[in-house]
């Protein structure tokens, strides 16, 4: 599987491969998937310092429209451990974080570690599927390949409550769908993340409520804190991931919906 992965990669990587050549490269790395379980092993490994590294392929789904956006994020041990990171499509700059090409940020963790992120601008349409790399600064230079395929989301969950606009009480009842996209497959692990954060939203943005889990049937009827009077947004993101060597690569919908807590 290892061997395939990079061939798979090689060929997208090709600026004159053929739509074909192409297309049967993806369809070979979905079945390398499910043959590993939704893991392809890799000859790299994250550097030293490095907990975890994540390429986040997000839909936005919000009253003003749909956006997709690519954001990288991670843990390191220290907040310096990670000096830089950079996405490439060949020649082309995905993201850098040192020439401002996205939004670079890095917050402690309760653990101890720090979480760092890379969030992309929003984009009218999702990127293309293909062969990248991300280049990781750290007391080197770390180059990961990978090949943003099968992680594209073209829906997103049903909100019930609160509906857009609606006027609440101080602990909003939630209702919602527990989505699983259409391109979901059974060896792809799903998450939930859920957040109340108060409008008009400001950097950095600070939930007034949270929540996460990797059993989103588990989510919550409603908030465990009360807020206070004011103008909110609601949102969800649903994540299903899957492994590239030591990446992982989430196919991730979010829907976020407005509404006032009455006072």
Do not use: C
């Not at 997709?68 to 700059?93: E, I, K, Y």
């Not at 409603?222 to 992982?248: H, K, M, N, Q, V």
């Amino acid at each position: 599987l290892e061997r395939m992965a990079a061939r798979v990669h090689a060929t997208l990587a090709l600026p004159d491969a053929s739509d074909l050549a192409r297309a049967n490269a993806l369809a070979l790395l979905e079945a390398g998937y499910a043959a590993g379980g939704g893991r392809l092993p890799a000859a790299e490994a994250l550097p030293e310092g490095v907990r975890d590294l994540r390429v986040m392929h997000l839909r936005k789904q919000e009253p003003t429209g749909v956006t997709w956006q690519l954001a990288v994020r991670g843990v390191a041990d220290a907040a310096d451990t990670v000096r830089g990171l950079r996405v490439l499509r060949g020649d082309a700059v995905v993201l850098d974080s040192a020439a401002g090409v996205g939004a670079w940020s890095v917050e402690p963790e309760d653990d101890g570690g720090h979480f760092y992120e890379l969030e992309g601008p929003e984009r009218a349409a999702p990127l293309d599927e293909g062969a990248y790399w991300i280049e990781l600064g750290t007391d080197r230079t770390t180059t990961l390949p990978f090949v943003l395929g099968g992680v594209t989301a073209f829906g997103a969950p049903r909100v019930e409550s609160p509906a857009p606009g609606e006027i609440t009480g101080p602990r909003p009842t939630l209702r919602f769908e527990d989505y699983r996209s259409p391109t979901h497959q059974p060896w792809e692990p799903r998450t939930l993340g859920a957040w109340i954060v108060p409008a008009p939203v400001r950097s950095p943005w600070r939930p007034a409520w949270s929540f996460w889990t990797d059993r989103p049937h588990s989510a919550p009827a409603a908030i465990d804190r009360t807020l206070p009077p004011g103008d909110y947004w609601f949102g969800l993101t649903f994540g299903e991931s899957r492994r590239f060597g030591p990446l992982t690569l989430v196919r991730a919908s979010r829907v976020a919906v407005p509404f006032r807590v009455g006072g």
